[in-house]
């Protein structure tokens, strides 16, 4: 399978969890999992960086659409994508997120790296979304709680989403 | 040209960045009411507190004008006072003072925003629903009318000025005690507004004071509001009068806003008619 191929296959993916399944079986108040993000974080780490802003701002907007939420998911996905190259840089050679071919951060003694990477990135985001939803109101009673609960849960989708598509593609190669 | 283009693309990313995030704060702003009141009370505010800053400047260049303004208004309402009068009869009056009750109480404002340029002209005020001031008051100054209050935030109070496309008055024309028709602003001279709709026959004359109505919801009985200039036949059946507006704003500084303490029991009534129709 193509590059190109697995990256529309990961986004319809994203999109048939988040609206189909996550939207639908309302995990809980504080835990509101934005799958989506798997498609931008497993993005290769050596794309420009104006095309990663763009691309991520692209969809933000999309989901944006489907979520009611017109600009949020935008605005915070545009900061993720201004700051992701400058933090994967180092790693373009070698830790292209989960290129199997390049070899995988696990087998480059990447793994902590990468399990903060994901979980810092999915925390920014978290934070950015549910600060510009609420503009700081009941930051402590509300938000905190939402921000760290709906961070994990989408950590382990994120985790649990990569070992079922890599895994494949892995045997299917 | 070549250093810019390296400048553009050395920075593309912090310049789609910037744009992107733009776009979005916008759209959230556009979208959501929540957000929308918040950007424009902190945005009222912000702008309001910089006007405050450099209106305190200018209020010490225009300190002479404020006075004189002041020592015209007092003169006008020493004229009023009781010891200025004289009783011509000798019967004796009783008066109940429980019969005259405070019907409108004036709260005191400094324009520390105003325009006099555009179609829809606002004037922006230092004193806001922390003083006492709510949308839909009156707001006059001491030469006559001014507009209604159209915005309020904790400190600050927009008002759309009489010189605003929207703005519509219930007029009076003092000498022949007729309230008829309605003043609207209708050109781009911050010193005429006309007066429609006053049948053909009534005696509307150049010279003639027009005043605020008694059917007015937002202000006092006559309250100035200008003088006749110049009077039109329309359609055969209507005048169109040139009313020369008394308040000059370009000079505005202080001014009074109308608090109607009987608004919520007249709503009331109203509201009661309204749904029994």
Redesign the interface.
């Known amino acids: 399978m193509k590059e190109w191929q697995r990256f529309i296959l990961i986004f319809i993916y994203c999109f048939v969890v988040q609206f189909l399944i996550i939207e639908n079986i309302k995990v809980g108040f504080w835990f509101h999992p934005f799958i989506y993000l798997f498609f931008l974080l497993y993005l290769p780490p050596d794309i420009p960086k104006w095309l990663s802003v763009f691309l991520f701002f692209l969809v933000g907007l999309f989901f944006d659409i489907f979520f009611n939420s017109y600009g949020i998911h935008a605005s915070a996905c545009t900061f993720l994508g201004l700051i992701k190259p400058f933090v994967s840089i180092g790693n373009v050679n070698v830790a292209p997120a989960r290129e199997e071919e390049k070899g995988s951060w696990l087998n480059k003694g990447k793994r902590r790296f990468k399990l903060i990477f994901l979980f810092s990135f999915i925390l920014i985001h978290s934070f950015w979304v549910l600060m510009l939803e609420s503009l700081g109101h009941d930051f402590i009673s509300v938000i905190i709680p939402t921000w760290l609960g709906s961070t994990l849960v989408t950590f382990v989708l994120l985790r649990i989403s990569e070992e079922l598509f890599y895994r494949t593609f892995r045997t299917s190669k | 040209m070549g250093s810019v283009l390296q400048f553009i693309k050395t920075y593309?990313?912090?310049i789609?960045?910037v744009i992107?995030?733009v776009?979005?704060?916008?759209?959230?702003v556009?979208?959501?009411a929540?957000?929308k009141i918040?950007f424009f009370n902190t945005s009222n505010t912000v702008t309001g507190n910089i006007k405050s800053f450099f209106n305190q400047i200018n209020e010490y260049r225009n300190l002479r004008d404020v006075n004189r303004s002041l020592v015209n208004e007092n003169i006008y309402l020493r004229r009023f006072l009781k010891e200025n009068f004289y009783i011509q009869t000798k019967d004796t009056f009783f008066v109940n003072d429980t019969l005259y009750k405070q019907h409108y109480v004036y709260i005191p404002a400094s324009v520390i925003g105003n325009s006099v340029d555009k179609e829809n002209n606002f004037i922006t005020l230092n004193k806001g629903e922390l003083s006492g001031i709510e949308k839909g008051m009156g707001v006059f100054g001491p030469e006559g009318i001014v507009g209604v209050v159209e915005d309020v935030s904790d400190n600050f109070s927009l008002v759309m000025s009489l010189l605003n496309s929207k703005a519509i008055i219930s007029p009076k024309i003092n000498e022949l005690n007729l309230s008829q028709g309605k003043l609207v602003w209708g050109n781009r001279s911050p010193y005429y507004a006309y007066l429609l709709g006053i049948n053909r026959y009534e005696k509307v004359k150049p010279g003639q004071l027009v005043v605020t109505s008694p059917y007015s919801k937002n202000f006092p009985e006559n309250i100035a509001i200008g003088i006749v200039e110049d009077v039109q036949e329309i359609d055969g059946s209507f005048l169109k009068a040139k009313v020369r507006l008394s308040t000059s704003f370009s000079q505005l500084r202080e001014v009074y806003v109308v608090k109607d303490l009987f608004k919520e029991e007249l709503n009331n009534i109203n509201n009661q008619i309204e749904s029994q129709n």
């Open positions: 593309l990313h912090l789609l960045f992107f995030q776009f979005a704060i916008t759209l959230v556009r979208f959501h929540f957000h918040f």
